[in-house]
């Protein structure tokens, strides 16, 4: 691979220059290499994560929009924390090899997805979840104290968003009925990657090529699978919130609960709730007249206000 790739991603005049045509081939991996340890090491966690019920539902195409659009805001701050402790350690040996910022760096493509789907004053209306705050945490805590497992992270974001992140791209621009020129989906969209199966190729090469011994490749496969766990947290959580959700979510505002379930136990209400935002009562007061109960309670006190009125008209009063 030619010794100028790192000095092209590091100036935009020359990002599409960069070639990965002489990586080593698949065909010449061994099992003691770092790619292939966490390959293999995270098959479970891998499994695991794909048959979460909100990436299954995903797939098929049934995301509602604000639940992707909370999908997306997580992504935003896991994607800042990241590349803020990359930025931090891109001269650290155990991860310089590996950085790449024009080629792979999220956040200023979410940034663009925030304000399509939130307005320009998006910062002001997103907030960071229980979920995602633990897997923040976790990353600029390795990234101040143990950087060299970065590498576990970069690997499982990445390479997931050059590899199935490309068809969730495809399903979500179809079921949410997103823009063909790409609003709402700029995470998806690697500009600086002319080739994402190449890219793959030499990012593993390069991954294979970090100068650890056994124990410190065996701690980041081990930090690979926290990296899938604290992702499958944000799924969970994610869910929680989708069944607290009508299909008539209102867009740009607090989600509907539909009366269903522990509004408290709603990691998104449990958030404002405890910031002292009761929610919308218009939002809970529809909510809870969709309920049959309330509708027969509302339905009788109209009788009976009905019954009232007439008996004081034919009484002459």
Not at 106 to 133: H, P, V
Not at 244 to 259: I, M, N, R
Request: net charge negative; proline share 4%; with cysteine.
């Amino acid at each position: 691979m030619p010794s100028d790739v790192t000095e092209a991603s590091e100036g935009v005049d020359e990002a599409e220059n960069v070639r990965y045509e002489e990586t080593e081939e698949d065909d010449n991996v061994s099992p003691t290499d770092l790619s292939e340890m966490l390959k293999e090491g995270t098959k479970e966690s891998h499994d695991r994560a794909e048959n979460t019920q909100f990436v299954k539902d995903f797939l098929k195409g049934r995301i509602k929009k604000e639940l992707f659009k909370l999908a997306t805001v997580a992504l935003y701050y896991t994607y800042s924390a990241l590349e803020e402790e990359m930025d931090c350690n891109k001269d650290h040996p155990a991860f310089a090899p590996l950085y790449f910022p024009l080629e792979l760096h999220r956040k200023e493509a979410l940034a663009k997805d925030m304000e399509y789907f939130y307005g320009e004053n998006w910062k002001e209306k997103i907030q960071c979840s229980e979920a995602t705050r633990c897997y923040v945490d976790r990353i600029h805590y390795i990234g101040q104290y143990e950087p060299e497992l970065l590498v576990a992270h970069a690997y499982t974001r990445y390479m997931g968003d050059l590899s199935g992140g490309q068809i969730l791209k495809k399903v979500a621009q179809r079921a949410l009925k997103l823009p063909s020129t790409g609003e709402g989906i700029q995470f998806y969209v690697f500009d600086n990657i002319s080739n994402a199966q190449q890219f793959k190729q030499f990012y593993r090469a390069r991954i294979n090529a970090l100068d650890l011994d056994k124990k410190a490749k065996e701690r980041i496969v081990e930090e690979a699978n926290k990296a899938f766990e604290f992702n499958m947290q944000v799924f969970d959580e994610l869910d929680k919130i989708g069944a607290l959700l009508t299909e008539e979510a209102q867009d740009g505002g607090l989600p509907v609960h539909d009366g269903k379930g522990d509004l408290r136990k709603c990691p998104y209400y449990a958030t404002k709730l405890g910031k002292g935002d009761p929610g919308c009562p218009y939002h809970i007061g529809m909510a809870m007249l969709k309920q049959p109960t309330m509708q027969f309670v509302l339905a009788a006190c109209i009788a009976l206000a009905a019954g009232i009125a007439t008996w004081y008209v034919m009484d002459g009063h």
